[in-house]
């Protein structure tokens, strides 16, 4: 009998694990890969000043090569649940499609891979015949990021665990099944921009120096573009997302201006470049006149991308078979935790259609789920042979 990747979805959906809480999902997981002769472990991981967060790591087969499938179980929050159509813990299925918290993102792709790795193994007597399937599953994706998918690989690489390729099951298509795989990411980094001034009184502007005029400038010269972009990437963008003063009085120049951004980069540039080409353009646009410094909040995404390769290749025809499109591979979105699985090993992302993810009404089609599940065991076939 073949598993059923709408049931699993459900199962999934029907947990509350808006992150950081596990909400029964991982135990959920780890009843069904047990059962299907995985070696589970669940581990939790904490550092000074975030929540602790619960893992899996799953592994059916003891030789190279090594194929591993990512993802998250834990979710954004629903929002007002009375918006819903449908609860966002139900797991409802109406109008042939999923509804629920995490359908797209990623319970439902999650759901996919395990059904297809079970299918794979059901037609095999219940062993890979050649090399071995692991799953990394983590509970800190939509959160901050640091007890999660980074700590369990260097949990994995310290037991001396090995992975030759990945698929990372987030929602990588924009439109249909099959339009869009994912093969890197562009790097964020975010800073704040200090301008200092002199305090005073507005009716004296000569015994005070406002630092919003030198803010303004610089503001005004770290917009100019970065870059025309790259072979594989979109140009590298920097964005202000906040401009802080937090002056009250009328009557008063403040003493200091601040401003906050980030920058999406491409492979033009590494995160030292790029921090030395921005502090460059600060520098001359403040001609001196200007007192100025930038805070740099640390970053664990630098831009990365996945050379084409035989693997890729047989993703994208197992895709193709499928659906009937040729994906295009795609850099563009933001950062996902295929950013950590990239010193590991070769990583591609490919999951269900990103449309409803985060949205009242999150939902998968129960085509694309059996069509995810039917290209993950295509891959999982032609790769284990
Ligand atoms: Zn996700």
Known sequence: MKADPVAITRGLVRCRSITPQEGGALAYLQ??????GFAVH???FAEPGTVPVENLFARIGERPPNLMFAGHTD??????ETAWRHPPFAGEVANDALYGRGAVDMKGGIACFVAAALDHLAARDGEPREGSISLLITGDEEGVAVNGTVKVLQWAGERGEKFDHCILGEPSNMEVLGDTIKAGRRGSLSGTLIVSGRQGHVAYPDRAENPIRGLVTLIDALQAPLDQGSEHFQPSNLEFTSVDVGNPTVNLIPGEARARFNVRYNDHHS?????ALIERRAHSAAAGRVRYAF???????????????PFTELAVAAIAEVTGRRPQISTRGGTSDARFIKDYCPVLEFGLVSRTMHEVDECAPVADLVALTEIYRRIIDRYLG
Do not use: C, H, I
């Not at 009843?31 to 299907?36: D, V």
């Not at 979710?75 to 007002?80: A, E, F, Y």
């Not at 805070?295 to 390769?309: G, I, K, M, R, Y």
């Open 271 to 275: 995160q030292t470049a790029l921090k």
């Open 42 to 44: 669940r581990m939790t």
């Open 295 to 309: 805070e740099w909040q640390p970053s664990n995404a630098d831009v990365f991308f996945t050379t084409p390769s």
């Open 31 to 36: 009843g069904l890969l047990g059962r299907a």
């Open 75 to 80: 979710v954004v929050p629903p929002g007002n």
